[in-house]
């Protein structure tokens, strides 16, 4: 039975000029800056996208491949912080904090989703960087489509106000908190930091802030019905939150980094395996970027229309 939390089909950009990105160095504690030319980082990222999108083809998951030739977007591998789709057809476009990142936005991403999945509008809240707000997608947000929770962590890629104004639109119900690494450094991405399954959620509880927010977001996950499996702060730093479970031909998969399995303890593994096979995905240069596997991945919530399916669009 398909999951309504784990997609069957996501967007991914392959990138050209892959590079860590320094307009957004400044709060992204996951970045680390390549010593290497920058030639040979771009060519090691773009053979690490295209064995990635391999294996998920291999899995049974629909991957639409959209090539980025341009050098003015360094992050365009992390599509998921610019649109969401969602169950009833709906998408929406979000604000992005570093000017860069705006231009990651692309039209025609959104008209193959039109063409071939059920759309009924789109929700367009990119207006508001003008203000200079920002919700940068289901990395601000870690979304419970089963529970309609949104997950999200504070910081200046998660303004209060268009949370609010999303999860009035969407229909989630949004709960923040503080949370920092061992370091004090606030977490810039719930996603790094949290992964919500069909039955099992990957999250840093320590690494939330208040006490009483910390048991409130283990209560809410158990009531609906997920096993919490705690990460250290370690386990985050090397991408072990940043998963997301996908329906592949054979059931559901946990895509996450190699990096990020490494880093797990085997009764951890045990407990994700209990409910979902794991796939792991090497890309140890876009992790440079301060990103991982659940940042590469747009996952598409949306009934796909009756027309010959394909392999990827272009």
């Known amino acids: 039975?398909?999951?309504?939390?784990?997609?069957?089909?996501?967007?991914?950009?392959?990138?050209?000029?892959?590079?860590?990105?320094?307009?957004?160095?400044?709060?992204?504690?996951?970045?680390?800056?390549?010593?290497?030319?920058?030639?040979?980082?771009?060519?090691?990222?773009?053979?690490?996208?295209?064995?990635?999108?391999?294996?998920?083809?291999?899995?049974?998951?629909?991957?639409?491949?959209?090539?980025?030739?341009s050098d003015q977007t360094p992050d365009s591998v992390f599509p998921n912080n610019w649109f969401s789709t969602h169950a009833g057809g709906h998408i929406a476009i979000?604000?992005?904090?570093?000017?860069?990142?705006?231009?990651?936005?692309?039209?025609?991403?959104?008209e193959m989703l039109k063409a071939r999945y059920r759309v009924q509008d789109v929700v367009d809240f990119s207006g508001l960087e003008q203000d200079g707000l920002a919700l940068e997608g289901t990395g601000a947000m870690v979304l419970d489509h089963i529970g309609r929770v949104a997950y999200t962590a504070q910081s200046n890629r998660a303004d209060p106000v268009i949370l609010e104004r999303f999860c009035t639109q969407?229909?989630?119900?949004?709960?923040?908190?503080?949370a920092a690494d061992s370091a004090g450094r606030a977490v810039y991405h719930t996603n790094v930091m949290m992964t919500v399954g069909t039955h099992v959620a990957l999250v840093a509880l320590e690494m939330i802030l208040d006490p009483a927010r910390r048991r409130a977001v283990a209560e809410r996950l158990e009531e609906t019905g997920r096993r919490v499996i705690a990460l250290s702060d370690a386990q985050i730093t090397a991408f072990a939150g940043n998963a997301l479970e996908l329906e592949g031909r054979d059931g559901a998969v946990m895509a996450m980094s190699a990096t990020a399995l490494a880093a797990l303890d085997p009764q951890q593994r045990a407990a994700i395996e209990a409910h979902t096979a794991i796939l792991p995905l090497a890309i140890p240069t876009i992790e440079t970027a301060g990103g991982s596997v659940r940042c590469m991945l747009a996952g598409i919530h949306l009934s796909p229309r009756s027309i010959p399916s394909e392999k990827t669009a272009a």
């Open 1 to 69: 039975m398909m999951s309504v939390q784990a997609p069957r089909s996501v967007v991914m950009i392959r990138p050209s000029a892959f590079r860590s990105n320094p307009e957004t160095a400044g709060d992204n504690a996951f970045q680390t800056l390549a010593s290497e030319a920058p030639a040979d980082v771009a060519a090691r990222a773009a053979r690490e996208f295209d064995t990635a999108v391999a294996q998920l083809q291999a899995a049974g998951i629909t991957v639409h491949v959209f090539a980025d030739n």
């Open 94 to 110: 979000y604000p992005m904090f570093a000017p860069n990142r705006r231009r990651e936005r692309r039209w025609d991403v959104i």
């Open 170 to 178: 969407f229909n989630f119900e949004p709960m923040a908190f503080r």
